[in-house]
C-alpha cells in the first residue's frame, strides 16, 4: 500500500509507482541463471595480438587521437574505503592490543613504507601526543590506528578510495584520483591535447574531491603538456532500489520507504549522459606510478586500437547496407566478420533469406561496442569472460559474475572453476553510431540479469536488489570484444597491506 508520505518521496527520487511493481516482481521471481555456451579463452574469443599486429592497433589509435573526436576517461571513485580497514576495525575492536594477527604485525612493522606514513605521523602527535616511533616504543599500538582511522585524525575509514595517498614521489604523496590524471595524460590526449576525465563520486565526498582537483590540476597540466577537463557526477536517486522485507513487500523503516543505491549498474545512466566518442573505463583503486605504467599505457592504447579499428569496418558495412547496392558475397562477409571478428553467433541464420539477413545483420553490427582487456586468471574473485546464450537466441562475450551462474549445475560451475581468464575492469567503449548519433545505452541492458543480496537494517533482515552490473548485464545487448592483456596492468587495493606490494611501492 503506497502511502501519500510514499509518493512524496518518489517523487523526489524520480521512481515511478511502476518501476516500484516491477522491482518487487523482481524479489519474487528472483533472477534466471544465464545459459552459458563455453568459458571464454584464447582458444574461444580471447585476442592476443602478435607483435605486427599490435604495431597496427597502436598505430590505428594514434590515428583516431588525431581526430576532432571526444575521447573521456570514466573512473566510477564513490566506493568508501572502509572495506579496506576492515583488519584494522577488527583490531580495533579486539580484547588484545598488541598486534596478534600476520595482517596486523605486516601494517606495523612495514608501517614506514606507506605513502601516508608523514601524514599519520603528525596525526598522531595531535591526537596522542607522541609521533608513530615513540608510540610503537611504548607498546602503544591502538592510537596509531586510531589516529589513520577516525575523523579526529585522518579520517581515512571514512573517505572514498580516491582521496587516500597512495603512492610515494620525491615531490610528495599521490592518490588513485592524480594517478588517473597522469594516466589520462599518457593515452586519452586529444589532438589539442585536452584530457577529458570524469569521476562518479558520492555527494558527500564532492566537494573533497574537487578542492583536490582544484589543487594538483595544473601541476599535472604542465608536467604532462596537456589540459584538462574534468567532470564529476552522482549515481542518480532514480537509480536506487526499494529494500523488501522476508516476505517480498516493501521494507519500511520508521514508517518510511528503504531505498538503496541500485550497485555500480546504476553507473550506466552516467555513462550516457557522457557526450563523448570513446570512454575508458577503469576502476579507481587499480594504478601503479610512473615507473610501472608502461605496460598500462601500452595495453589501453592497444584495446582501444582494436576498438576504432573493429568500428571503422563495422561502419563501412552498415553503410553499404543501408545503400541496398550488396551481393550475395558480401552479405555473407558481413555474417563472417560478425560472427569472427564480433564473436555474435546465431545456429538460425542459416536459413534467411538475403533480405531478412541484411536486416539481421544491421540490427547486430548497429550497437555500442566495447573491447575489454582480459588478464590470466591468479584466483582473485570477480567476474569472467564467457559466451552465453542471449534472449534472442544468439550467443556472445559477456562478462559474468558467480551469482549469474547456476553453481548447482556441475558442469557451469566447472565452467566457472576452470577459467582461464578474470575480469580486471579494463574496458573502452565506443558509444555514437554510423551517422554519428549517440546511442541511448539504457536501451542495452538486460533487466533480467540484476541479483538480490541479504542485508539488515537496525537488526532487521531485509533483500536488497542490484541493478545488472555495469560491466555485466548494463552492457549486456553491446558488441563485446576480448583481449588479454598483461597480470602487470591489474592492481587493485582490496586491503590496506596490498599498498606495501612491490608494485604500489
Known amino acids: 500500500m503506497i502511502t501519500t508520505q510514499d509518493k512524496e518521496l518518489l517523487v523526489k527520487k524520480g521512481i515511478t509507482e511502476a518501476q516500484i511493481a516491477e522491482q518487487l516482481a523482481c524479489f519474487r521471481k528472483g533472477f534466471p541463471y544465464l545459459k552459458l555456451d563455453a568459458a571464454a579463452s584464447i582458444e574461444k574469443g580471447i585476442l592476443v595480438p602478435d607483435a605486427e599486429e599490435q ?3 597502436l598505430s590505428a589509435w594514434d590515428e ?13 571513485a564513490s566506493g568508501a574505503a572502509s572495506r579496506m580497514f576492515k583488519n584494522l ?3 580495533l575492536s579486539a580484547d588484545y592490543d598488541e598486534p596478534t594477527t600476520k595482517f596486523e604485525q605486516t601494517f606495523f612493522n612495514d608501517i614506514k613504507n606507506f605513502a601516508f606514513y608523514d601524514d599519520l605521523n603528525v596525526a598522531c602527535q595531535r591526537t596522542a601526543g607522541k609521533d608513530i616511533p615513540a608510540l610503537l616504543e611504548a607498546g602503544e599500538y591502538k592510537p596509531i590506528v586510531t589516529a589513520l582511522l577516525e575523523v579526529s585524525g585522518l579520517n581515512y575509514g571514512a573517505l572514498p578510495k580516491g582521496l587516500l595517498k597512495f603512492h610515494k614521489y620525491p615531490e610528495g604523496a599521490r592518490t588513485p584520483l592524480e594517478e588517473h590524471l597522469a594516466e589520462g595524460a599518457m593515452y586519452a590526449a586529444g589532438k589539442s591535447g585536452k584530457v577529458n576525465v570524469h569521476f562518479t563520486v558520492s555527494a558527500e565526498h564532492r566537494e573533497l574531491f574537487k578542492m583536490l582537483v582544484d589543487e594538483k590540476a595544473d601541476e599535472f597540466a604542465k608536467r604532462y603538456g596537456v589540459d584538462y577537463y574534468i567532470t564529476f557526477s552522482e549515481q542518480k536517486p532514480s537509480t536506487d532500489t526499494i529494500a523488501a522485507d522476508m516476505e517480498n513487500q516493501p521494507f519500511r523503516d520508521k514508517d518510511k520507504l528503504l531505498f538503496r543505491p541500485g ?3 546504476a553507473l550506466i545512466e552516467n555513462l550516457n549522459d557522457l557526450d563523448a566518442d570513446i570512454i575508458f573505463i577503469k576502476n579507481i583503486d587499480n594504478v601503479v606510478p610512473d615507473k610501472l ?7 589501453k592504447k592497444l584495446i582501444a586500437g582494436v576498438l576504432v579499428t573493429l568500428q571503422k569496418q563495422t561502419f563501412k558495412y552498415l553503410e553499404l547496407l543501408d545503400s541496398g547496392k550488396y551481393t550475395h558475397e558480401q552479405v555473407v562477409e558481413i555474417l563472417q566478420f560478425l560472427q569472427k571478428k564480433l564473436f555474435c553467433k546465431n545456429p538460425e541464420v542459416k536459413n534467411l533469406e538475403d533480405s531478412e539477413l541484411a536486416i539481421y545483420l544491421k540490427e547486430k553490427l548497429n550497437r555500442p561496442m566495447r573491447v575489454c582487456g582480459m588478464v590470466k586468471n591468479v584466483g582473485e574473485p570477480g567476474g569472467g569472460p564467457f559466451l552465453a546464450y542471449n534472449s534472442d537466441g544468439t550467443i556472445s562475450l ?8 547456476d553453481m548447482d549445475d556441475p558442469q557451469k560451475k566447472e565452467m566457472f572453476e576452470k577459467g582461464t581468464h578474470f575480469n580486471p575492469v579494463d574496458l573502452v567503449c565506443a558509444v555514437r553510431d554510423y551517422k554519428g548519433h549517440k546511442f541511448d545505452l539504457v536501451k542495452y541492458v ?5 541479483f538480490i543480496s541479504y542485508k539488515s537494517k537496525n537488526g532487521k533482515e531485509l533483500k536488497a536488489l542490484e541493478l545488472p ?7 549486456s545487448d553491446w558488441n563485446t570484444v576480448f583481449v588479454e592483456v598483461p597480470l602487470s596492468t591489474f592492481n587493485p587495493v582490496k586491503t590496506v597491506n596490498d599498498l606495501l606490494r612491490e608494485q604500489h611501492q
Open 89 to 91: 576495525f577488527e583490531f
Open 263 to 265: 550497485g555500480h549498474g
Open 293 to 299: 605504467k608502461a605496460d598500462t599505457v601500452t595495453y
Open 55 to 57: 604495431k597496427k592497433y
Open 469 to 475: 552490473g555495469l560491466w555485466n548485464g548494463a552492457m
Open 446 to 450: 538486460d533487466k533480467a540479469t540484476g
Open 398 to 405: 559477456q562478462i559474468l559474475e558467480s551469482s549469474q551462474i
Open 64 to 76: 583516431y587521437k588525431n581526430t576532432d573526436k571526444t575521447i573521456v576517461k570514466f573512473v566510477p
